[in-house]
């Protein structure tokens, strides 16, 4: 799987949209761009997924470039909470699910 | 749905004792993956089922470590015997294998070794 490139940390202010980017300049067609992200003390949670279009759920957006070898998820409203570890992942579909996570961005969303 | 569920939350031992960690997976989920967590390596995949069946334990660190999954509700990792390098915190995590689904994970063991 590719490897991706994620800033160690950013902050954001609470109710500003916080952008978080990543970079997958090696990733190949069959690979999907996941998110997860890690609350302390918890386990890493499921956030989105995509393979080129743009997502959107009840958490975040995904946005893939056209080249697809960068994306950025957004948090539309950060609040206090979204403080986390976000994980910028590509797995191939064919990976048998592996995940294999990184360093990731540290996260601070402050008042 | 309960979500993945993990048995002890904390876990004290002594170094040279047997520990045994326990999961229960996400009912219907056909895939369960152990991963480790410290400060200094992250988060590393140690082992990984499908539909009961370990599928790569490449990242199991050593031979002290031995992981189970006899039924499709219930996983173990055993450690025998613990050293204090062992202490972290185990996640286990479930989904389903078809398609792109991503990971439910638990809420962890954490694991010290004194």
């Known amino acids: 799987d590719a490897k991706t490139t994620q800033p160690p940390s950013m902050d954001c202010a609470e109710g500003r949209a916080a952008n978080l980017p990543c970079n997958h300049s090696t990733i190949s067609g069959n690979e999907y761009v996941y998110w997860y992200r890690q609350i302390h003390s918890q386990g890493p949670q499921y956030i989105i997924h995509?393979?080129?279009n743009n997502e959107t759920n009840e958490m975040a957006s995904l946005i893939i470039t056209e080249d697809r070898k960068s994306s950025t998820l957004i948090l539309p409203h950060a609040t206090l909470r979204d403080t986390a570890v976000y994980y910028c992942i590509v797995r191939a579909t064919d990976s048998w699910g592996k995940f294999q996570f990184g360093a990731g961005t540290q996260v601070v969303v402050t008042p | 749905d309960a979500g993945v569920i993990q048995s002890p939350r904390h876990e004290v031992t002594e170094m040279g004792q047997e520990v045994t960690l326990r999961c229960k997976p996400i009912s219907g989920h056909n895939s369960l993956f152990w991963y480790r967590q410290t400060m200094m390596r992250g988060l590393e995949l140690l082992i990984y089922f499908n539909n009961n069946v370990p599928i790569d334990d490449s990242g199991m660190p050593e031979d002290r470590f031995s992981a189970k999954m006899p039924n499709a509700s219930f996983s173990t990792l055993k450690i025998q015997p613990s050293e204090p390098r062992d202490s972290a915190v185990y996640f286990c995590?479930?989904?389903?294998?078809?398609?792109?689904?991503?990971?439910?994970f638990g809420s962890g063991t954490r694991l010290t070794v004194v």
């Open positions: 995509g393979l080129k």
């Open positions: 995590a479930s989904s389903l294998n078809r398609g792109n689904y991503g990971y439910t």
